[in-house]
């Protein structure tokens, strides 16, 4: 059974600083991973997909890297901003085609202080 | 540009009350999906539908009915709702098996009294 762990649970930072947020998985054999932002009482919104032939996805200040055989992932925010402050999901597909259950992280809470 | 809508967004049942909650998805996906989020369980799979007619149990489905009459909505019922249900329910579409990834509704917030 495929594992994703996010680690750290929770994060605040000053406005500017660098955001690094780190999701791991157990087994390797996925065919994406997809991270997504949650606001508080809020749906998922997707960021960045990463199939998983690819090292990384880019868009805007956001950048995420995939390193599939030591199952891990990173989410980069730079230069973080208040309304960056949000719950940061990531989610891992089976590589297998009959298997459509989503595995999700439990979250990073990140909280960027004015 | 819609994407995925859930309705109701908010409900309050009393124990052993029905409902159905409702997705529409205007991105002609043929895959959909019902999931829950509990605080410390994260996100998990209720049931799916790979297209218009077909249906299938998830991780969690004890509880739930689903129908895929049409294409582009997705019904989820809870037959006699119990407090153990109380959650907040996502509905998600993908193109094809997820390949591009999964778009994801607003939610339903639902207590279970």
């Known amino acids: 059974k495929q594992e994703v762990t996010q680690i750290p649970a929770a994060l605040s930072v000053p406005e500017g600083e660098n955001l690094v947020l780190n999701c791991s998985f157990t087994d390797s054999a996925i065919y994406n991973l997809q991270w997504f932002r949650q606001d508080p009482g809020k749906g998922l919104t997707s960021l960045l997909l990463?199939?998983?032939?690819?090292r990384e996805q880019t868009s805007g200040r956001l950048n995420a890297s995939l390193d599939k055989s030591s199952g891990r992932s990173t989410l980069y925010i730079a230069a973080s901003q208040p309304g960056d402050s949000a719950t940061y999901l990531c989610a891992v597909r089976p590589h297998s085609s009959n298997d459509y259950k989503l595995s999700f992280g439990a979250g990073t809470t990140v909280t960027v202080r004015a | 540009n819609a994407g995925v809508t859930q309705t109701p967004k908010f409900r309050v049942l009393k124990t052993g009350q029905s409902m159905t909650l409702l997705c529409a998805q205007d991105m002609n996906h043929e895959y959909m999906y019902w999931y829950r989020q509990d605080p410390g369980m994260g996100l998990r799979l209720i049931h799916y539908?790979?297209?218009?007619?077909?249906?299938a149990k998830g991780e969690v489905p004890d509880g739930y009915n689903v129908s895929r009459l049409k294409k582009q909505n997705f019904l989820l019922g809870l037959e006699s709702a119990a407090p153990s249900q109380t959650s907040v329910y996502f509905c998600?579409?993908?193109?094809?098996?997820?390949?591009?990834?999964?778009?994801f509704g607003s939610g339903t917030r639902l207590t279970v009294v």
């Open positions: 539908s790979v297209g218009e007619g077909t249906t």
């Open positions: 998600a579409s993908s193109y094809g098996q997820g390949r591009r990834g999964y778009t």
């Open positions: 990463i199939q998983s032939s690819q």
